[in-house]
């Protein structure tokens, strides 16, 4: 995986939104969970909610190669989702597919704490 993969990705996916948009419901404001048009900015997870539907997506650990299905909030599905697809065109054997597949748990997990930490840092000076 490419150093900054997550980072780059989200500035792209800034450009398509407007500047410093954040979830109207929630104030998320990670571009790479961000959904938005000209009258609404909303996460993953808020616009399921909006939509009726539970905030839960199924996120197959190792791709399709194994039937291991976890439980995400779409957030959460959208930044593992976009780790895989950092990989895309890449193939791997089935043990080496499933064992990325955590690795990008894993990765995500990280990445969260790691934007937890900025957002304080950020907060309090």
Do not use: F
């Amino acid at each position: 995986m490419r150093d900054g993969g997550l980072d780059a990705e989200r500035a792209r996916r800034a450009d398509l939104l407007p500047p410093d948009a954040s979830c109207e419901a929630c104030g998320e404001d990670d571009p790479l969970v961000l959904d938005g048009d000209a009258a609404l900015v909303l996460c993953a997870d808020d616009a399921a909610i909006d939509r009726g539907e539970e905030p839960v997506e199924q996120h197959h650990l190792a791709k399709r190669g194994w039937n291991i299905v976890l439980d995400l909030t779409p957030n959460w599905h959208r930044v593992i989702t976009a780790l895989q697809n950092m990989e895309r065109g890449v193939t791997h054997g089935k043990m080496a597919t499933l064992l990325r597949g955590i690795a990008h748990l894993i990765l995500m997990v990280a990445d969260y704490l790691d934007t937890l930490e900025r957002k304080q840092v950020k907060r309090h000076g």
